[in-house]
DNA sequence: CATTCGTCCTGATAGC
DNA sequence: TGCTATCAGGACGAAT
């Protein structure tokens, strides 16, 4: 389930491939994951082809390429104007797409959606295929508007003060340099609602999912069920700040994965689930209050249509009046 | 205006 | 065995 660090490490592993090499063709196998592009499957295509991929950014789980075009005549980008790329290729991964390099040997995989033939270079394989089960993900091209705030954001700064459109509603993440905690705080306590709520609104903070949210809680002893205009200023710094080293740890480990729905570029599953302390484990004893000596069961809940776990002895539910 | 909820999807698994 | 129900959840647009 890509979160921040999938997303990064997905990122990093394309950017070497793709960089600097122009898409021959483009294959929708699906259109279904082409359907945030307004104008259909044929319009998308010819946005694409023709034109020169230049790097690849993030702004929390939206990952996008920016494009030159090379001159073959598509809409994407206009001649002249001093290499400044004008549109990007956006993909968001949702639940279960992925981004793989592969050579043009490999048989399709089972939920391949779309196909990009890439200029030949040597030693790197041929396509880049997205692939995605569940279709929550999908692919679609954007403009590429100023933003004031310094560039796209993420780990890698790109030299372009340039960010996609449909990602410029998002906030920066909390592994970015740039990430500003006050304007975070500001905002949370003016929320009128829980904080794990506001730790998955991407428009608040971006890159934490379902896991991370669960993670960052127990680590911070909160419960996700805490208003957010309550939290103290050490709290928040508390939640953000273990937010941030479960996402670290993750990305040194390549990223979480649970069932091979997820993998990397290359193909190769992360391994980080092994040391999750919450998600997934219901019914567990309570990893700190163990080593504390108080026996404890993790517990799982419905919340906002999906499943949160939190130690009822040290994540309390937050009761009327006082903390 | 801010906040919450329904919807999009497939496939593994549980239960009868 | 074969069917149906349940679950997984990111993000957007509709509803409140």
Redesign the pocket.
């Known amino acids: ?3 921040l660090p999938e997303v990064e490490v997905v990122r990093r592993g394309l950017v070497s491939w793709v960089r600097g090499r122009t898409i021959d063709a483009v294959e929708v196998v699906d259109p ?1 994951s082409v ?2 592009h307004a104008l259909g499957a044929g319009d998308f295509i010819g946005n694409l082809e023709g034109a020169t991929v230049l790097d690849v950014v993030r702004r ?3 990952l996008w390429m920016p494009l030159l075009d090379t001159g073959a005549g598509g809409p994407a980008g206009t001649p002249g104007s001093a290499g400044i790329p004008q549109v990007a290729l956006m993909a ?1 991964l ?3 797409g992925q981004l793989l390099m592969q050579g043009g040997d490999v048989p399709d995989e ?2 391949l959606k779309v196909r990009f033939r890439l200029s030949p270079r040597d030693g790197m394989p041929e396509q880049l295929r997205f692939v995605d ?4 993900g999908g692919l679609f091209v954007t403009d590429l508007v100023p933003t004031d705030d310094g560039g796209p954001g993420g780990l890698a700064e790109s030299p372009l003060p340039l960010i996609a459109a ?1 990602a410029a ?1 998002i906030a920066r993440d909390p592994l970015d340099p740039a990430f500003s905690f006050d304007l975070f705080y500001r905002r949370l306590r ?5 904080l794990k ?1 506001a730790l ?1 609104d ?1 428009g608040l903070v971006s890159g934490i ?3 991370y949210a669960d993670e960052a809680l127990w680590r911070a002893r909160l419960h996700y069920a805490r208003p957010t205009d309550t939290l103290r200023r050490a709290e928040a710094e508390r939640v953000l700040a273990e937010a941030r080293e479960v996402m670290l740890d993750a990305l040194a480990a390549g990223g979480t994965s649970f ?1 091979s729905l997820y993998v990397n570029v290359n193909g190769a599953s992360g391994y980080f689930d092994r040391s999750l302390n919450a ?1 997934g484990r219901e019914g567990l004893e309570c990893k700190r209050c163990a080593a504390a000596g108080v026996s404890s069961r993790m517990k ?1 809940e ?1 919340f ?4 949160s776990y939190t130690c009822p002895a040290c994540q309390p539910r937050p009761r009327n009046g006082r903390w």
């Open positions: 389930m890509p979160e279904r359907r945030r929390g789980k939206f968001h949702g639940m279960s089972k939920h089960q569940r279709i929550f449909e509603h003016k929320r009128k609602t829980g709520r998955l991407q999912g379902n896991i069932d998600y799982r419905q906002m249509n999906r499943s």
